[in-house]
């Protein structure tokens, strides 16, 4: 394989430092060409020592900190703000970008890698509920009633940009098309269920910010764990997966797999289901995104398979989980619909952070945000960017209702 440079943004999360595992073990073939942090200085000095990232970013350019206080490697180029992150995804010596920043600050940096033709390794799912029309429309595909194959038509023009699946269950369908790409029938998202999967409605009205962090299976940022416990990250996937493999809403399903082995299935027109299966464990599908269509040996361990299994498979709760049918409707809808839930969401999931509204507030705050919009069906980019500002101006509204 020839050598390749990979601009990791969002190197201080849980991704990005999963990643920086990775690519450390894959070899001396991968160099990380960039590195970026939000916030901590010092997080990414570390970073920067551990890798030799030539290019460092903080994307926070109000964030205090002396770049001179903390200890660099020789040759680092630092930069702040957020234009800093558009340069170093679209540096020439990059050829891999790792979209790992949480949230719709990641978007512009995603649509300059995919318009400079950088492979992008996406685990920034809220680039596609955010930007769906736009990536879409980059990658020269609009959305069709034909459920998309695994690679050319993922992957956009041979020359442009392409978008490599990092979110597990995408992963995991992204690997099960390998066995049918032309004739797929449903696309079935698994869901660990998260901490309140057994929880009454009215225990969840109380739930408090400690109980919503604590997930059952997987280790992540702040901001996934709370959808993953209001289950707007399966909404958020749903909406995801409508952009990602080009497929109408109705041909998506989402079951329940408290186990979190199998990581996504694919229906094929015979009947047949492929499931693809590893421990939770994100470096896996990680590590595919950036060596596909190779597979190598990879630092996630294996299953166990010395002692009985249980897999479980459960249909979902959608009056506990009113997330679930809300991104049923927004995939169903696309256009703006994405934009406004996901910033509503973002909002709401801050508010409840600090203790500003109820748990069981994060959704329907999201839904009264999508009910009171304009909606549009080819929006710009710059119309969504402009619905996400006032999405969470109309969520601040419910503050104080804790
Ligand atoms: P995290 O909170 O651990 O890390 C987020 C990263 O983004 C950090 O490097 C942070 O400094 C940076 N960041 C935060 N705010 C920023 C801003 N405004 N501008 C620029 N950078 C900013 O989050 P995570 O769990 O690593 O998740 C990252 C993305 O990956 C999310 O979109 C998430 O949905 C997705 N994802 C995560 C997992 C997981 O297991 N953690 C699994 C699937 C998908
Ligand atoms: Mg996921």
Known sequence: MS????????ATGSIGRATIDVLERLGSEWRVAAISGHRRLDTLAELARRT????????DASAGGDWSE???PA????????????????????????????GRAGVESTLAALQAGKRVALANKETLVCAGPVVAELLGKSPTERLAGPAERLAGPASGGRLLPVDSEHSAIFQCLAAGPDNPRRLILTASGGPFRQWSLEQMQAATVAEALEHPTWRMGKKITIDSATMMNKALELIEARWLF??????????????????????????SVVAQLS?????????????YPQRLPCPSPPLERGKPWELTLEPVDQERFPAIPLGFEVA?????AGAVVNAANEAAVDLFLSGQIRFTDIVPACRAALEHHTFEERPSLSR???????????????????
Not at 76 to 97: C, I, M
Not at 279 to 291: E, G, K, N, S
Not at 332 to 336: L, V
């Open 52 to 59: 030799s990232a030539r290019q460092v970013v903080l994307s």
């Open 246 to 271: 080009g497929c109408p809403a109705e041909s998506l399903e989402v079951v329940v797999h408290p186990q979190s082995i199998i990581h996504s299935m694919v229906e094929f027109a015979d009947g």
């Open 384 to 402: 969504l960017l402009e619905l996400d500002r006032w999405a969470r101006a109309e969520v601040g509204r419910w503050s104080c209702r804790a």
């Open 75 to 102: 040759g680092v180029e630092f930069s702040r703000g957020p234009e800093a992150l558009v340069q170093a995804a679209t540096a020439a010596e990059v050829d891999t970008v790792v979209a790992a920043i949480v």
């Open 332 to 336: 169903a809808k696309g256009g703006t």
């Open 70 to 72: 903390c200890e660099w």
């Open 279 to 291: 421990p939770p464990d994100m470096r896996l599908p990680i590590q595919y995104a950036l060596t």
């Open 3 to 10: 050598s390749r440079s990979v601009a990791v943004l969002g």
